[in-house]
């Protein structure tokens, strides 16, 4: 069975920067597109940013210019580095693949943005 591990959460002022992990595994990691995911309180998960097999890269015009994926397939992890993070970026973010059928998510990583 697949399993996510994502890790890199936490507590950012405004501006602030962050790296989450997410490692794979379960499956043959770089056969699959990877996306990751956000939900906040009381909105639904949304896509921010995924990259195919083929390194190919898209973004949520949300957070295009400040948030990067990128991917490690020797180590079985997808990365997505937030800069310049702001308040309405706080949520628990997922990674999973894209698109669906989505694997079992994980726990997620929390990540808060306050001054």
């Known amino acids: 069975q697949v399993q996510l591990v994502e890790s890199g959460g936490g507590l950012v002022h405004p501006g602030g920067s962050l790296r989450l992990s997410c490692v794979v595994s379960g499956t043959i990691f770089r056969f699959n597109a990877m996306g990751w995911y956000r939900q906040a309180p009381g909105k639904q998960r949304e896509l921010v940013a995924r990259?195919?097999?083929?390194?190919?890269?898209n973004y949520a015009d949300s957070v295009k210019g400040r948030f990067t994926i990128s991917r490690d397939n020797a180590k079985n992890t997808a990365y997505l580095q937030m800069n310049s993070l702001k308040p309405e970026d706080a949520a628990v973010y997922y990674c999973n693949k894209w698109p669906g059928t989505y694997w079992p998510w994980g726990q997620g990583a929390q990540v808060t943005v306050s001054s």
């Open positions: 990259i195919t097999a083929g390194n190919n890269t």
